[in-house]
């Protein structure tokens, strides 16, 4: 029997739901509506925080214990029947895949709808009697909070004090990724005076929480979740790319690519406009002081230069072009030592690609200057002839030419007070010649290089638009003006340009419209394909291999940067003034594939050694000069000892011992720590630290002192799960401790990194 819903606040369902079914089978819908964190508080009638208890997963039955009372009084246990509702088999899976015992929840409900939180989700249930039964997932309530339940609790809690709270919430748009908690992270401003949903209002920067201390990780001191790059994450790098001492991040995976400016206590998402990238870098290749950033995405190359204050020209226009890509590695590289960046660039069609660095000192600002406006008119246009009528501009545009205009009127050039991305009026004549008339608008546009310009047009009534002598457009309407009524591409060439529009009108309103997209720029060559000069591209050293890394490094000490590339079991090529050649004998070889190698010193002899990681057992090569290299791994210690999963490293002294040691992403087992000893050997640290605790299931793994405390800190891109970063504790002590438990190869590991066979679990998280 339906029920209709008069006069009732049911929660999250008051603005849209339509009826109510009996408790046995709830009808149910989606809240479309964005709902606004007080408004939730102020319809719920209790709130409680939760714990698992007890998990029946094959019944999906979970049973909560209350911790605390946030409003109301809610019951001691409370228990909900997840069964497999909901519109997609997702949400209940999702829901099951979270449910652990000793899990947090934030329970909102006002006796007969509630809405629950878990982490990164929520999902509605009806009662019935002894339990909760689950009608459907929430993912639009995801616009309300994204994050911990712990957070959502503190928020809670400082809202009913009356006080005001920044959480972490996804943006609203495009309902696809809501539904699949996929959605960009934006903080908002929340309190129980805000029962309205307005981001322009509330909105306070892109990027999730703040960090959060934990407790139980020796080497760790808080944590903070990242944006999430997966499925296919790649890796991530640090750059101080905004220029205010504090290392920022950058996070890239196959699908998606995010810029995490460090804001100190938060780190704000930028966009940029591209989707994913399969290896990105740094460098300052326009000597202006500020690192730019080079991606190689699923379309190609892209370049990005700082144009400072977190902000990125894209400047891709500025590259070789090749007939077509497939971009799989890249980086920069000083490759003919004239200390000016090069890209070194794996393109798996045309093979590896070298582009010298011939940009000027500074990338000059090359943005179209749009001149001011001027008008001339008015013209006839009795009966809408005038459209048609070829008045004298149209032939010859002269600004300093006085023309005879309708009714014989001196018509001459007149400056024009037009705002662009607004509705102008044209009314500018005497009352009884602002009809049936015509006017022409003229503006100049400087351009230091070809490009183009696209621009957005509306006119009240007919229109034409000629640039440089050419007409491109003829739209002989009769309309209201408004914007976006017609759209062009303006192809600008090197100097000035002359755009000319006309427009007709009848009778009543005369105005016309115009906007261009400031962000587009004229980009000279940057940089100049030399790949077979310098014994690469198709035919040269690695035509015929397909890679997917790129690490640089001066191995044989003749100060030409040398490169290690990724493909086949690993090819080692040396730089010569001649161009690159392959290493004899280097003594490398490695499977290659999804493993990120890097360079470090760990002898101390000034060479650069070689750790690379492997999926069953990982290599470790010493620098024996000359490109040439040594497999050290049988006598390297702990290290030596086989474990799963391993894909990427980073060279860093972790604990203080005074030696760089190794830290190591793996899929399927915890991260790890290889402390280096005096005598070059490694022990397994990865207790001492704390890593041990958990699964991350990391990509790509990166170091930097972000809150510069003196400490280092880790930030890991991981799949399946969300990436994050670990502040580092500047007090840990150095010390031996035993070897940590093993773990099999193939782990089974629920959405956000918890098991669901025994192994580690997350450290505890405090706010």
């Known amino acids: 029997m339906n029920l209709p819903l008069r006069n009732r606040p049911i929660l999250a369902l008051a603005a849209l739901a339509l009826a109510l079914v009996c408790i046995a089978r709830p009808m149910f819908a989606y809240v479309e509506i964005p709902y606004t964190l007080g408004r ?36 001691d246990i409370v228990r909900h029947n997840i069964g497999r509702g909901g519109f997609h088999p997702r949400e209940w899976q999702t829901i099951m895949a979270w449910a652990q015992p000793g899990q947090t929840a934030v329970f909102f409900n006002n006796g007969g ?10 999902y509605q249930a009806y009662a019935g009697g002894e339990w909760w039964n689950m009608s459907h997932g929430e993912p639009y309530f995801l616009r309300t909070f994204a994050g911990r339940p712990e957070k959502l609790a503190g928020a809670v809690a400082a809202l009913l004090a009356g006080q005001e709270a920044v959480v972490p919430c996804m943006a609203d748009g495009d309902k696809n990724l809501l539904q699949t908690a996929g959605g960009r992270i934006q903080r908002m401003k929340a309190s129980l005076k805000i029962q309205d949903y307005d981001i322009k209002r509330d909105f306070v920067g892109w990027g999730g929480e703040e960090f959060r201390r934990i407790e139980g990780m020796p080497g760790f001191t808080h944590y903070s979740a990242l944006s999430r790059t997966d499925p296919d994450a790649v890796g991530v790098n640090s750059a101080d790319f905004d220029g205010d001492g504090k290392p920022d ?46 991606i190689a995405g699923t379309s190609g190359l892209r370049l990005f230069t700082n144009r400072g204050s977190g902000k990125f020209a894209d400047d891709s226009a500025g590259l070789p072009q090749e007939p077509y890509y497939n971009a799989t590695a890249v980086a920069f590289i000083n490759a003919d030592a004239d ?35 001027q008008y001339l008119g ?18 010859s545009l002269n600004l300093t030419q006085e023309y005879a205009g309708k009714n014989n009127v001196r018509a001459v050039w007149k400056a024009g007070a037009f705002t662009d991305k607004a509705v102008n009026s044209l009314a500018l004549f005497p009352a009884d010649q602002n009809s049936d008339s015509v006017v022409y608008l003229y503006r100049s546009i400087d351009c230091p290089g070809a490009t183009d310009l696209p621009v957005s047009l509306g006119s009240d009534d007919g229109l034409a638009v000629w640039l440089n002598g050419q007409k491109l457009l003829s739209e002989n309407v009769s309309r209201a003006c408004t914007p976006d009524q017609t759209r062009l591409v303006l192809k600008l060439k090197p100097g000035r340009n002359h755009l000319l529009l006309k427009v007709c009108q009848g009778s009543g309103e005369w105005a016309f419209y115009f906007a261009a997209d400031e962000s587009q720029r004229a980009v000279p060559p940057l940089f100049a394909d030399v790949s077979a000069a310098a014994g690469l591209g198709l035919n040269g050293l690695g035509g015929n291999l397909k890679g997917d890394h790129l690490a640089i490094a001066d191995v044989n000490a003749d100060g030409r940067p040398d490169f290690l590339y990724s493909a086949g079991s690993g090819l080692l090529a040396l730089n010569t003034p001649q161009g690159f050649v392959p290493a004899a004998n280097s003594g490398l070889q490695y499977q290659c594939g999804r493993v990120t190698p890097v360079f470090g010193d760990f002898s101390g ?118 990436s994050c970063v670990l502040l580092g504790n500047a007090t840990i002590k150095v010390g031996r401790s035993p070897e940590p438990a093993k773990t099999t190869a193939r782990v089974a590991r629920a959405p956000g990194g918890r098991s669901v066979d025994g192994q580690p679990r997350a450290p505890r998280v405090v706010q």
């Open 378 to 395: 008015p013209f006839d246009n009795a009966g809408g002839k005038g459209f048609d009528t070829v008045y004298p501009p149209e032939t």
């Open 40 to 75: 939730v508080i102020q319809e719920a009638t209790q709130i409680a925080v939760l714990r698992v208890e007890k998990v029946d997963g094959e019944k999906n039955l979970i049973v909560f214990r209350k911790v605390q009372d946030l409003k109301g009084t809610a019951p």
């Open 605 to 722: 002899d000034g060479a650069p050694d070689l750790f690379i990681p492997q999926p069953g057992g990982c290599k470790l090569y010493k620098n024996a000069g000359q490109g040439k290299f040594s497999d050290v791994t049988a006598r390297s210690g702990e290290l030596a000892q086989p474990f799963t999963g391993a894909t990427s490293a980073v060279w860093v002294d972790l604990d203080h011992s005074g030696q760089p040691g190794l830290l190591i992403g793996c899929l399927y087992g915890s991260n790890r720590y290889y402390r280096c000893r005096p005598d070059n050997t490694f022990i397994n640290a990865t207790r001492d630290v704390g890593l041990h605790q958990r699964v991350f299931n990391t990509r790509g793994v990166a170091v930097a002192d972000l809150n510069r405390d003196g400490a280092v800190d880790v930030v890991f891109n991981n799949e399946g799960q969300e």
């Open 249 to 294: 991040l950058c996070l890239f995976g196959s699908g998606r690519l995010t810029l995490l400016q460090n804001a100190g206590t938060a780190l704000n998402e930028l966009s940029l406009p591209v989707g994913g990238a399969r290896a990105t870098d740094w460098a300052d290749y326009n000597a202006d002081g500020q690192p730019d950033l080079l």
């Open 113 to 122: 709808a509630s809405e629950t939180c878990i982490s990164n989700y929520w």
């Open 339 to 373: 200390n000016r960046p090069d890209i070194l660039f794996a393109n798996g069609f045309l093979g590896l690609r070298l582009y010298k660095n011939v940009s000027a000192a500074a990338v000059e600002d090359g943005t179209p200057k749009l001149g001011a406006w």
